[in-house]
């Protein structure tokens, strides 16, 4: 296993994006909406260093098979709370190809949130099909299969303290 992003690094970004987010909501509460189950251990960091009123809410979608996407994309578990007129921002893993996101976004918009924006760990742009707008983004890495930190190899590697990648 290599190390692409060590735990301090990990730490030291998702403390400023917090600030930022924090920044821009002040006094607001937030729905951190997870998409299981890559997300956890960044929203849960993420929320930790936010003094908003946060609420938690998450929904499992899969377009994966081992390594590659699939490009279909379905919703394993869906939202238990109404999220009209809330601030909402989906917290993802990785942004690799785009389109869960661009499905979910469109999803997510019918039912009505005040704000809806992005927030992901992990960034791949070389691999985008669809563009879509991430509003907060802890770092962009180039095109290798990452694990770690909530990412994973067939449920397995989740549970490293940091980012790193198999040759």
Do not use: C
């Amino acid at each position: 296993m290599n190390v692409l992003i060590n735990e301090a690094k990990l730490q030291k970004r998702i403390q400023q994006m917090a600030k930022e987010i924090e920044s821009e909501y002040q006094g607001k509460q937030i729905v951190f909406l997870g998409i299981l189950k890559g997300s956890v251990p960044f929203l849960w960091e993420l929320a930790k260093n936010i003094r908003n009123d946060i609420r938690f809410e998450f929904i499992e979608v899969s377009s994966y098979e081992g390594t590659e996407s699939t490009g279909n994309i379905k919703i394993n578990k869906d939202i238990t709370h109404n999220i009209t007129g809330k601030d909402v921002i989906i917290v993802e893993d990785i942004v690799d190809t785009g389109r869960t996101l661009s499905f979910l976004k469109q999803y997510l918009l019918e039912k009505q949130p005040n704000s809806l924006k992005i927030a992901t760990l992990l960034s791949k742009p070389s691999r985008r099909v669809i563009e879509i707008g991430v509003d907060y983004i802890g770092f962009e890495i180039e095109d290798k299969f990452v694990v770690g930190f909530g990412l994973d190899y067939d449920q397995q590697y989740r549970n490293l303290p940091y980012v790193g990648y198999i040759e």
